[in-house]
């Protein structure tokens, strides 16, 4: 059971730096990435849509790759399926909302904290809430940035144009006085340069990815379940949309030729009613 993979799923390509941070510091575990790219961006959809989703891409893994270890690295996913699926299925799972609220209160001086996300993960209150109850004396201030994902998912983040999206996405937040932002969004890591000439050298940009990955080492320790392997791991892509696409944004994201990138089709999962 130690070789088996960790699984981590996405709406599309932002969880991706997530799994990047875990290869980086468990280097000898195996990775099953899934990227929903077909049905991305899930910050729009309804709540039920996204759980049922999400469901599907669990479903997925545990049926053909028998993980042993899942993580949701989507902020929408986290924030709608977590709880739901953590306590459905017999293996560890861990979402990312928590980690990187984690990170900013790590680093905040001033106590006011940033938040973007997609609409869904602002409009859930889900950073807000985990912020408050590790310190209720924060300020937290939310903005949804829906222009964000579909940029990233297009593969156009390296050109002039990523800065335009950021002006115009992040202007509600140029003057206010935080000084940590919150990338509530695994596909907003992508755009950290820009962000972060945006907003100054005088904020804080936090990613959840290092955080989460810190977690996914420590449960995995306490558990026995730590690939102790000497062989080199194998990791696995696949993607509900167009392979090609997928492959380019994950080699300009890992800087090299990313290998075993397949395009697969999931089946629908009935979810039950809350």
Known sequence: MLDQPIGVIDSGVGGLTVAKEIMRQLPKENIIYLGDTKRCPYGPRDRKEVLSFTWE????????????MLVIACNTATAIALEDISQAVGIPVIGVVQHGARAAIKVTENQRIGVIGTENTI???????????LNGDLTVENVACPMFVPFVESGKFLDETADEIVRASLYPLRDSSIDTLILGCTHYPILKEPIQRYMGE????????D?????????LSYNGLLNKSALSPEHQFFTTGDRERFKKIANDWFGYDVKNVNSITIEKTAVKEY
């Open 211 to 219: 955080e989460t990955a810190r977690e996914v080492s420590t449960i």
């Open 123 to 133: 409009r859930s209150g889900a950073y807000e809430k985990a912020l408050l109850s």
């Open 202 to 209: 005088r904020v804080n940009i936090i990613s959840s990815g």
């Open 57 to 68: 891409m669990t479903n997925y893994l545990l049926s053909r790759h028998h993980i042993k």
